[in-house]
Structures are given as C-alpha cells and as structure tokens.
C-alpha cells in the first residue's frame, strides 16, 4: 500500500520535495531509492518490533517509512527519553525483543536493549551496494505503528496503528483539506506525537505533498520558513500558537501561502485566536482526535467570530460521530451524551507487554461527553472519567474551566477538582488557579461562578498554585492535580 503510493509520486511528480529539513532535501525518487537501500541494510534486524527514536528531520522518517514498509513493529519514542520514562514503558513494549535506532547513545546509558542499531552506520555509504531494480519488501502489510500516550491521566498506554489506518487518516485529511502535491506541509510538533505523524507525515505519504520538518519551534525560524518554502498547511498546537502571536517582528513577513493553519491537541483561547488571525490575516482551523482514533472533525475559521469553547466543527471525510446514551442508542440534537466515532482509522489495540487487547468495535467511545447541535456541529462538554457529582447533578470540570478562563483575564490556568465527601455522599468542587502578577479577588470569581452556573456550584476551596502539571502534549494532568490538592487538603487539615 506504501509501496504503490510512492511508487505513484515518482512518477506523477519525481522532482518535486518529498522531505526536507534544515540540512537536506529529498525528491520522491531520491526517498523510494533510499528506501529501496535501506530495506536491504537492515535484513539482519532479527526483531519485529523497533524502537526507534524519531526526531524531526529526513533521515530518521525515512528509516521509519523503511521500517514500516518492511513490515516492523516500530515504536515512537521521545528523542530526549529519561530513564524514568523508560521504565513506565520497558514491560509495555516488551523491551527484550526490542531493537533500538538512535544516533545519540548518550541518551541510552541506563535503557540496556538488546540491540542498538546506530542511524548514522545505517545511513553510511548507502548508495554504494548493489541494488536490485525491484526489491521485494517482506510482511509490506504487517507494519505498524506504537504510539506511546497518556491523554490527561499520566498514565502511559501502547496505541497500536497499522499501515492500512494510517493511510486511510492521510486519505481523509487529503479530502477535507483537498491536498496534492502542489501544497507543502510544515510541522514543528515532534513526529512521535499521534497528531503530527497522521495528520501531516501520512498526508504528505498519500497526497504527495512535500513535507518540510523543523526540530524546534523558534517563531521567526517558522514564519522565514513559511515564506521562503510557500508553505500551505501548517501544523500547530495551541501552546505553539501563543509563542507565533507574541513575537515582535521588526520587518512584517507575507504569509500569503497559508490556506490552513490546523491546531491540534485543543484549541487556544478566544483572545489568542484573534489576535492570530489579526496578525497574521488568517483563521486557525481546530482539529479533533486521539491517538486511537486519529482525526476525527475539524472546526474552519471565521474571521467575524471565534469558536464556542468545546466546538470540534464537523466530521473529515470518511469519518461518523453519533451522540449515544449509556446503551449505545443515538440521542437527539441538544442531547448530552458519550461521543462515539465511526473511522476506517481506528486504532487495531494496545500492546501491554506480551498481551495485545483487541479494543476494536464498529463504533469507538472516545471517553468524552458532547452534543450535536441543530447545525450538525459537535461539542465537547468535558471528560466522562473526570465528571463528579454536586447537588444529584454531574458536573464537567473543563466546562466550567473554559467559561472562567474567557472572562477572566488575570487568571493563567485552572483545574476544577472534584474530592469526595464520604459524609453527605457528594464531592467538594475544589478550584486550583495560576494567576499572573495581578491579584484577583476570590469573592469576584465565586460572584462568576454564581452567575455562570448557580449558586450551588460555587467553590468551597480555591488554591493558588505557580503552575499545573501537564502532560508531555501540554493538556493538564488531572491525576497529578487531583493529587496536588489531596495533599494541600491533608497538609492543612481541610
């Protein structure tokens, strides 16, 4: 399936860009000969699962189209991965038959992998051996994908994609976004990420669109990079967006070439999304998914108004979102309820150590709680594990987040933080706050909450804290949280 794309844009576009970062460029002529190389270096692997440790720049995504196309298992780890990280992952990806791919053994002092596999001996004199015009790649349908998440739990899970739902989210987004290989693609966010890696690496693999990738994310190195490349799809998430709106450029560059700028992982604030959109003279465009579904809907900007908070726009192509009750039967418009997806993308289970769980099923619970409204858009209320119970009624902690954050201006970040009272069999809705240098009266945010959601839902605790611990793609760790304020409440004697 990889194989017949490639083969696609050699010939349609064989000069065009396949891959570029700061230090080479590739053509997809030049990509599929150095797969074709690589696929014979690396006959020896005896393992069929890989780690590999993928940073943004061509050499690495090429050994992993390589890897993937030969029909490896290959595991996305961080570049910068500790020892720490390591161990609340080695038993999950069952590291005793693992090979690792890295050019920076520094890194890997205390991982001890049975084998090491150095990127830069893979990559020496490539092109020298003899190569066989028609290389015939083993298992080429086998190959997959491990992405290694942990959404807002910290806890860490092995998502497991294969090749066939990996090239189905290119498809879809190729669709919904019309790509071809006139567009060039730049992405910053790190590959390992489910985001980047479907929505922008297997885009530019279906649609042949070049796909340039920077290491770090400096804003003027992004908005030079974007002028000088023409780049028309660029891949944001919301912390990267807020870095674009605050820097101060001597000399205004044209971003005229951007059709769509996508967010993924949430979407920014109202105030930030305008301000982007009025300094760089184009809408951001929200982007909905997880790791085990891939995209799933996209929101299309509006220069007149800014998205509700929760908005998650309308299905990509070829995907289906159903608002269903506790029994699976689908809820009227205006109704809440769980978000199930239909998608020829879904993810095929987790890996835990040995044992691979089969979570498939023709409709995927995503975990959050929603509604359809009566334009056909779908919103996100909050999280169905992180609800708690106030008055008999359930309450969605990132509802009531989003609402305080937009009106309130000296408020950084919050976390609602539901502590069960064994008592009266309900749960004290605790408010943990970063806010800036500015002091804010607590009785100015209980009046907010009054207003906002009623009296009965107003604080019993609010806690000022210098910041939230986040998880590794920048949403808040709610267990590290909740956590944070047991024990603030167990220090105090609250």
Known sequence: MMEELLKKHCNLSPNNIALKDSEQTITWVELYENIKHLSQKIDYIPNERVAISLSNDVRT???????????????????????????????????????????????????????????????????????????????????????????????????????????NEGASHTESFNLSYKDSLLVSIPLYHAFACGAALFSSIYSGAALIVSKVFFPRLITDIIHKEKITILFLIPSLVKLLVNIKMEKRISLSSLKFVIVGTGYPSNQIAKEFSEVFKIGLTGHYGSSETGGVSFCLPKFDSYPTKGLIGKPLASREIKIVDDRGNNLENEKIGKIAVKTDSLFAGYINGNEFLDNRRSLWLTGDIGYRDNTGNFFIVGRESNAFHRNGKKIYPEAIENGLLNSLNNIVELAIVGVTNKDIQDDFIILAIVTDSSKIEESLIRSLFMKKIGKNYIPDKIIHLKSLPKTKNGKINRKKTSEIVFNYLTKNKI
């Open 61 to 167: 995504i090429t050994l992993l189209i390589t890897l993937l196309i030969n029909g490896f298992d290959v595991a996305l780890l961080d570049p910068e991965i500790s020892e720490t990280d390591w161990e609340n992952i080695k038993g999950k990806i069952n590291s005793d038959n693992v090979c690792f791919v890295s050019k920076n053994h520094q890194i890997l002092k205390s991982v001890n992998f049975n084998q090491l596999i150095d990127l830069d001996m893979l990559f020496k004199d490539l092109k020298k051996q003899k190569l066989d015009n028609e290389y015939n790649y083993q298992n080429k349908m086998k190959g997959a994908l491990l992405f290694i998440t942990s959404g807002t739990t910290g806890s860490p899970k092995i998502v497991k994609k294969t090749i066939k739902s990996l090239i």
